[in-house]
């Protein structure tokens, strides 16, 4: 009888003991669980803000991509400005030298000083005062106005 | 980081000569003190030496302004906030 009575003690004993540690198992997983969910929370939010600074910076790189599209062609109308002075009613520089030397000497000597105040601009150098203000053709670096005159605009 | 400093051209004074001015221009040379000596270029030459100016110009532009966004891109961010975070992934 004893026996029987210590025996069923015992499982009940071993039962609550039992439940009690499952129930601190629980509880330990439940507290895992909750960080892991602070965590994805957080994984999540952090994703959200990098996919939201990858946009912002896709756009970004579309408009400096639009931008400098247009300095391209910009710089690519000026450079057919040249040769249209060079060619212009099958103009003949050479045969014009001959005839009008000091003219176009002195023409010549302009268009190098223009052109070398052009690498400067493309180099760094600010612009003047007098460049930024430019707006009449007489007023212009025939050589780079899309760079060295902001304000003229071609007709 | 500093920007690399602006070009200072130097001015190149052209001549141009001809059959007719040659001796003239050689005489003034002379009496200017200078060697009576030009390097030539053909008027086809002239106008190609242009273009490849104006092309490397064209080029600066572009790379200058290339650098100016990728340093507006990296360093806007230290302007505002004072560190080197926002755009340094």
């Given at each position: 009888m004893l026996g029987i009575r210590l025996f069923l003690i015992g499982i009940v004993s071993a039962s609550l003991i039992g439940a009690g540690a499952y129930v601190f198992k629980l509880r330990a997983d439940n507290a895992i669980l909750k960080a892991n969910a602070v965590k994805m929370e957080s994984a999540i939010t952090e994703q959200k803000e990098l996919i939201t600074k990858q946009k912002e910076d896709f756009q970004e790189i579309l408009a400096a991509n639009a931008e400098m599209n247009k300095l391209v062609k910009n710089l690519e109308k000026d450079l057919n400005e040249l040769d249209k002075r060079f060619n212009k009613n099958n103009r003949d520089i050479g045969k014009l030298a001959v005839e009008k030397t000091k003219l176009i000497e002195k023409i010549i000597n302009k268009g190098g000083?223009?052109?070398?105040?052009?690498?400067?601009?493309?180099?760094?150098?600010?612009?003047?005062?007098?460049?930024?203000?430019?707006?009449?053709?007489?007023?212009?670096?025939?050589?780079?106005?899309?760079?060295?005159?902001?304000?003229?605009?071609?007709? | 980081m500093e920007k690399p400093t602006p070009l200072e051209m130097e001015k190149?004074?052209?001549?141009?000569?001809?059959?007719?001015?040659?001796?003239?221009?050689?005489?003034?040379?002379?009496?200017?003190?200078?060697?009576?000596?030009?390097?030539?270029?053909?008027?086809?030459?002239?106008?190609?030496?242009?273009?490849?100016?104006?092309?490397?110009?064209?080029?600066?532009?572009?790379?200058?302004?290339?650098?100016?966004?990728?340093?507006e891109y990296y360093e806007a961010s230290d302007n505002e906030t004072g560190n080197n975070t926002k755009n340094s992934k």
């Open positions: 000083e223009n052109a070398a105040r052009c690498i400067e601009i493309a180099s760094g150098s600010p612009l003047t005062e007098k460049e930024k203000n430019a707006t009449k053709k007489s007023e212009i670096n025939p050589e780079c106005p899309s760079i060295a005159n902001p304000n003229y605009i071609t007709y | 190149i004074h052209w001549i141009i000569i001809t059959s007719d001015n040659a001796d003239q221009v050689f005489a003034k040379m002379k009496e200017d003190g200078m060697d009576p000596v030009l390097f030539g270029l053909t008027d086809n030459d002239f106008q190609l030496l242009a273009k490849n100016f104006a092309r490397i110009r064209n080029q600066l532009m572009i790379t200058n302004d290339m650098l100016d966004k990728y340093k």
